[in-house]
């Protein structure tokens, strides 16, 4: 069965520094792989998804994620951190042939320090 | 566009107490999905319906039932709440049951079961 592991269920940056959120992924077929991004008291919504193609996906609010098949990963990145990018990040992968079920991580909450 | 909409908001139940969750969309998707969400856990699938007049369990379908009204609604029912209960239950519909596809969240019900 296909899993996600989030590395660090907290991470804390100061405003304008780089974001990394840290995503593993564990499939025995290609995987499709998303980042959703969860706002305080608000639903999941999508920041960027790889499905195919290229490996280095770019998303809303300028994150980007790279894909990386020899090390199983798929993290997330932004170079300089906004106090609205706060909110928890959440991994996924979608798993199966016909019909699918998303697998999601246990997320990791982004602090962002003045 | 409304997107995904839930109701109620909020509910506090006592053990043993019924209730229904209603969901509705208005993106004309044919997939629709009830997850849970709990602290460290991440979203764990309920229930899900690939499509109007179909629904299958999900990781954590045990204490629930669901209805596919039709192609916009998408009920969750506790019969007899349990503690184990409490969380945030988000409603999410998507396009199609496919690896590939974007899901869309409401933003959610709070429930807590004294």
């Known amino acids: 069965a296909q899993s996600v592991t989030q590395l660090g269920s907290h991470v804390s940056v100061s405003e304008g520094a780089l974001v990394l959120l840290r995503c593993n992924y564990s499939?025995?077929?290609?995987?499709?792989l998303f980042w959703y991004v969860q706002y305080p008291n608000q639903g999941l919504q999508l920041l960027l998804k790889?499905?195919?193609?290229?490996?280095l996906v770019k998303g809303i609010n300028g994150f980007e994620a790279e894909f990386k098949k020899s090390e199983t990963s798929f993290h997330l990145t932004k170079p300089s951190a906004h106090m609205s990018d706060a909110a928890e990040y959440f991994c996924?992968?979608?798993?199966?042939?016909?019909?699918?079920?998303?697998?999601f991580g246990a997320g990791t909450r982004l602090f962002v320090k003045a | 566009n409304a997107g995904v909409t839930q109701t109620p908001k909020f509910q506090v139940l006592k053990t043993g107490q019924s209730m229904t969750l209603q969901c509705a969309q208005d993106?004309?998707?044919?997939?629709m999905y009830w997850y849970r969400q709990d602290p460290g856990m991440g979203l764990r699938l309920i229930y899900y319906s690939a499509s109007e007049g179909t629904t299958d369990k999900g990781e954590v379908p045990n204490g629930y039932n669901v209805s596919r009204l039709n192609k916009r609604e998408f009920s969750l029912r506790l019969e007899s709440a349990a503690p184990s209960q409490t969380s945030v239950y988000f409603c999410?519909?998507?396009?199609?049951?496919?690896?590939?596809?974007?899901?869309?969240f409401g933003p959610g019900t709070r429930l807590t079961v004294l």
């Open positions: 999410a519909s998507s396009e199609e049951q496919i690896r590939t596809d974007t899901q869309y």
């Open positions: 499939s025995s077929v290609p995987p499709y």
């Open positions: 993106m004309n998707h044919n997939s």
């Open positions: 790889y499905t195919t193609g290229a490996t």
């Open positions: 996924a992968v979608s798993e199966g042939t016909g019909g699918f079920k998303t697998i």
